[in-house]
């Protein structure tokens, strides 16, 4: 279930998915790029974060 609220949460903000999920990390600054860059490859990066672990 809980990942079920993350996953959710990274649809809203990746970034903050992949922070509850890894916490500052590598993953963390490459999904704020990625995010910036474009908004999808942020939420795709944030679920690939979520379910990998």
Do not use: E, S
């Not at 279930?1 to 999920?21: C, E, H, K, S």
């Not at 963390?28 to 990066?45: A, K, M, Q």
């Amino acid at each position: 279930m809980n990942d079920f609220i993350r996953i959710l949460i990274a649809i809203l903000l990746p970034p903050l998915g992949v922070f509850l999920q890894v916490g500052v990390t590598k993953h963390f600054w490459i999904n704020i790029v990625l995010t910036i860059l474009g908004y999808i490859p942020g939420i795709v990066h944030a679920v690939w974060v979520i379910a990998k672990k």
